[in-house]
């Protein structure tokens, strides 16, 4: 089975007064979810960076990029009629219910603007 696995990251670094966050989504391929969760935890601990000789920086500060966790681990459902197993252009993978105060919000969520949301799932 696939699975979606969204791996929460953060930037962290001495006298932030907020948090930068980054929400990475990994396909993951087991044979089921206690086995995708465990897999999905390795893949984003890899992709952790503590910048150990200085390279990363946010805002001018010496930063590390840490993994907090898995959000949420979503199985892909593949559409039996393709066959199952296969995955194929236009299989959802993957997907977030947001939630936002009016259609203006929307608008600008649709082209990718900053605005706020509130994270349903």
Do not use: C, P
Request: hydrophobic content about 40%; cysteine-free.
């Amino acid at each position: 089975m696939w699975y979606s696995a969204h791996a929460i990251f953060y930037f962290s670094y001495f006298g932030q007064d907020s948090f930068l966050v980054h929400e990475n989504v990994y396909l993951v391929e087991a044979g089921g979810e206690d086995q995708a969760m465990l897999i999905a935890k390795q893949v984003a601990a890899e992709h952790e960076d503590l910048s150990e000789d200085g390279h990363l920086e946010v805002n001018g500060n010496k930063a590390q990029y840490r993994f907090a966790g898995i959000r949420k681990l979503i199985e892909v459902e593949l559409d039996s009629e393709t066959g199952i197993g296969k995955l194929h252009s236009g299989v959802e993978t993957t997907y977030s219910v947001l939630e936002v105060d009016d259609f203006s919000e929307v608008e600008r969520l649709a082209a990718g603007e900053m605005t706020s949301v509130l994270y349903r799932e």
